[in-house]
């Protein structure tokens, strides 16, 4: 094996292991900045040591054994240096901090690791340092790479990062799993994170690429772990079910040159058959747990009426737009009714979502959202105007941040231009 495949490994072996190793050392330490130092120490030593050696059996284990070691040494090391500190204080109170239980970094990984999604994406964070500290330890994305991610400045990111750590130490906040009403607000925060990370992955905001795939696997893979931790909470297999889902059609959703393919034209032989098979089993176990009516199971019950239909024309829109007549319920939102007017589009006719659509164009919360004139654009299109829809267009494809999507809304403007 040549160095480069090598260190691809050990990269591959890292994303999945260091959120078990940190979450494990942080219950140990208790402090998020040692415990990531102690992780990436563990790593330093895989790459010194496994190009001679060679990656062992169980990478994970290794990983742990060696951050134990060095945890063992600095925390004897703090030890004797708070003793010193004393003795040449003259306290002969002081008492230096209490040896943790290392032997304890063995057990109780799945926990660790949940405790580590609440912690990165605990409400006193802001949204955006969720996002950044999430994909940072539970990602094991660089700073560099959420940076790329998000076409933001490396700084900016490395600043997000380090304050929200700076606030989880100053605010002394229990590294733990909440009950009750404080874990179901702090779920809620923890959906919402690795919800907006897929979303940005599946349709990006910015840039030129229409879909980021690295961001939508992170998103999954967090998913997944929330899932299998929570197995009795019906909206993390809500939204697990909603990505798995989505996430299916990724092979299908864009041309090789990069051109985006919407839905009714992607050729759904390409779609994952069994991403949408475990979309729907998890689709399933949240609708067994009472969750029917929670966002995130709604959306995918949405998107499951997709993935079930062999073609677009086979689509039940009827039935699509009865279950967004039950999500603005459960989630109420412009961009809910903005969906909510599409579908009933494709189940009435244009004619009857367009005064839908008219009445969101005064909503402020809208004002610079390029779907609005672009499903604005589609409708007048449908019913001929072709004049209004072509103005439509070209004010959504203003408004749009990512290139394809412009480039889009432009052809479409252009189709509207010639009748």
């Not at 909206?235 to 959703?253: N, P, Y």
């Not at 393919?261 to 759904?268: D, G, K, S, T």
């Amino acid at each position: 094996m040549d160095t480069a495949e090598l260190h691809r490994r050990i990269d591959a072996v890292w994303r999945l292991e260091s959120p078990r190793l940190i979450g494990t050392l942080m219950r140990v330490v208790r402090d998020l900045d040692l415990a990531e130092e102690l992780a990436q120490d563990a790593l330093v030593a895989a790459l010194e040591r496994w190009p001679t050696s060679g990656i062992p059996d169980n990478p994970g284990a290794w990983l742990t054994t060696t951050a134990k070691h060095r945890a063992i040494d600095q925390l004897r090391h703090r030890q004797l240096a708070e003793r010193k500190h004393a003795m040449l204080g003259g306290d002969p109170e002081h008492e230096a901090h209490v040896m943790p239980d290392l032997d304890a970094l063995d057990d109780d990984l799945g926990d660790d690791l949940l405790r580590l999604i609440f912690t990165a994406c605990h409400p006193v964070l802001p949204r955006e340092a969720q996002i950044a500290l999430t994909l940072r330890l539970l990602g094991g994305l660089t700073t560099a790479e959420i940076a790329r991610a998000f076409l933001q400045p490396e700084a900016t990111v490395a600043q997000r990062i380090v304050r929200a750590k700076r606030t989880l130490a100053d605010r002394q906040l229990p590294y733990e799993v909440p009950r009750g009403d404080e874990r179901r607000e702090r779920l809620d925060a923890v959906l919402g994170v690795i919800y907006l990370i897929f979303n940005e992955g599946y349709a990006a905001s910015a840039g030129d690429d229409w879909m980021r795939p690295a961001l939508c696997e992170e998103a999954l893979r967090l998913a997944r772990t929330l899932a299998a931790c929570l197995g009795d909470e019906p909206e993390a297999h809500g939204l697990l079910a909603l990505l798995e889902i989505q996430a299916s059609r990724s092979a299908a959703r864009v041309e090789p040159d990069g051109t985006p393919i919407l839905l009714a034209q992607q050729n759904r032989a390409r779609w994952d058959h069994l991403a949408i098979q475990r979309g729907l089993t998890a689709l399933a176990r949240a609708e067994k747990l009472g969750g029917r009516d929670g966002p995130y199971a709604l959306q995918a019950a949405i998107a499951a009426c997709h993935a079930r239909a062999t073609e677009a024309a086979a689509t039940d829109w009827p039935r699509i737009a009865a279950l967004y007549d039950r999500l603005t319920e459960a989630m109420p939102s412009p961009v809910v009714e903005l969906n909510r007017a599409v579908a009933v589009s494709m189940a009435e006719g244009a004619a009857a979502a367009l005064p839908l659509v008219e009445a969101l164009r005064g909503m402020s919360a809208l004002a610079n959202y390029h779907l609005l004139p672009a499903v604005h654009g589609d409708l007048l299109e449908k019913l001929g105007r072709h004049t209004e829809a072509r103005a439509a267009y070209l004010q959504a494809a203003a408004l749009a941040g990512n290139a394809r999507e412009q480039a889009l809304l432009q052809q479409r403007a252009e189709a509207c231009a010639g009748g």
